[in-house]
């Protein structure tokens, strides 16, 4: 299950790609103009934007540029004319895949399973690694379960030592709530998306400073700002 922001002005093909994603499980955000896009990719970061080359005010090759400026988030644009895709593809803009209107939808949700897929198995090779989280007033060691917040222990639930974790691990990146629940309720029933909610209180409580970092991401879930 990704989180895909939809950069595209026109309503119908918004929604049409919207429910399409949506179909196969995945959480789709829609901003219908280049700023708004901007907006929601540095408060949801994304796991995908499908953007629109032609955007009314900031263009889709802009929007590609700023987004790449702050983050490797992978980006399907969607381009009108099919001579440019070697300036989008290329160093200039920074796209990882194109599609040329209009496309089928098959061919569009095949595209999006490629790249979600590449997303995925890097996912796995970085969390592969079991080893200790270091940050800078943060440190959590695995192996004894142990966490210090500028060189202190922090006596931490065993469920907010496993939210902690998670998105300590990998900050910078938002977790849904749904998520979340999965992997930290899975055994559990008493799970529930306001458990969730209660035990990041609670956590960033006991973190003190520290647990300022953890932040609400809007209609998403929670995010370790670095
Ligand atoms: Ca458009």
Request: hydrophobic share 45%; net charge negative.
């Amino acid at each position: 299950m990704a989180l895909i922001l939809i950069v595209e002005d026109e309503h119908d093909m918004a929604a049409l790609i919207k429910r399409q994603v949506e179909g196969e499980g995945h959480t789709a955000l829609v901003a219908n103009d280049g700023l708004a896009a901007l907006m929601l990719a540095a408060q949801a970061r994304p796991d995908l934007v499908i953007l629109d080359w032609m955007l009314p005010g900031l263009d889709g090759l802009s929007v590609c540029r700023k987004l790449r400026e702050r983050s490797a988030v992978p980006i399907l644009m969607l381009t009108a004319r099919a001579e440019e895709t070697d300036r989008v593809l290329g160093l200039e803009i920074g796209a990882d895949d194109y599609l040329t209107k209009p496309f089928s939808l098959r061919e569009f949700m095949a595209r999006v399973r490629a790249i979600l897929r590449r997303v995925e198995l890097m996912r796995h090779a970085e969390q592969a690694s079991e080893g200790p989280v270091r940050l800078p007033r943060l440190t959590i060691d695995p192996l004894d379960r142990r966490v210090e917040v500028d060189g202190s222990q922090v006596d931490l639930t065993v469920k907010e030592y496993e939210l902690l974790l998670i998105l300590a691990r990998h900050p910078g990146r938002s977790f849904s709530r749904a998520y979340l629940l999965d992997k930290v309720w899975s055994d559990d029933s008493e799970g529930g998306d306001l458990s969730v909610d209660t035990h990041i209180v609670r956590l960033r409580r006991k973190l003190g400073e520290v647990g300022g970092q953890i932040a609400t991401v809007w209609r998403v879930g929670y995010r370790f700002e670095s």
